[in-house]
Nanobody, 123 residues
């Protein structure tokens, strides 16, 4: 079993930045891709970003590309999501997730999920 815990969310102004962290209870994350998803009230959970186990390949949703960056530190079992130039439409609960093998963009592909951290972008 794997436990994922997100942190770093909060209330910010449009144009501000936040860095989210996702810490895993596993000793190692060998061969796991990590994903970031978000969900606003009344909406379906949507893909944000994903990163391979090696950290050499990343993919982003069109809505965040150029503003968000994901990275990982496998020695610390931690994944990061750097969010810049935040917009009100980025407001959502952000989740990290893990899947064995190749990265994916679909919720149903992921085996393990954190409980989420709230990000609110408002003036």
């Amino acid at each position: 079993q794997v436990q994922l815990v997100e942190s770093g969310g909060g209330l910010v102004q449009p144009g501000d930045s936040l860095r989210l962290s996702c810490a895993a209870s596993r000793r190692t994350f060998n061969n796991y891709a990590m994903g970031w998803f978000r969900q606003a009230p009344g909406k379906e959970r949507e893909f944000v970003a994903t990163i391979t186990w090696s950290g050499t390949t990343t993919y982003y949703a069109a809505s965040v590309k150029g503003r968000f960056t994901t990275s990982r530190d496998n020695a610390k079992n931690t994944v990061f999501l750097q969010m810049n130039s935040l917009k009100p439409e980025d407001t959502a609960v952000y989740y990290c997730a893990a899947k064995l093998g190749l990265p994916g963009r679909e919720v149903r592909e992921y085996e393990y999920w954190g409980q989420g951290t709230q990000v609110t972008v408002s003036s």
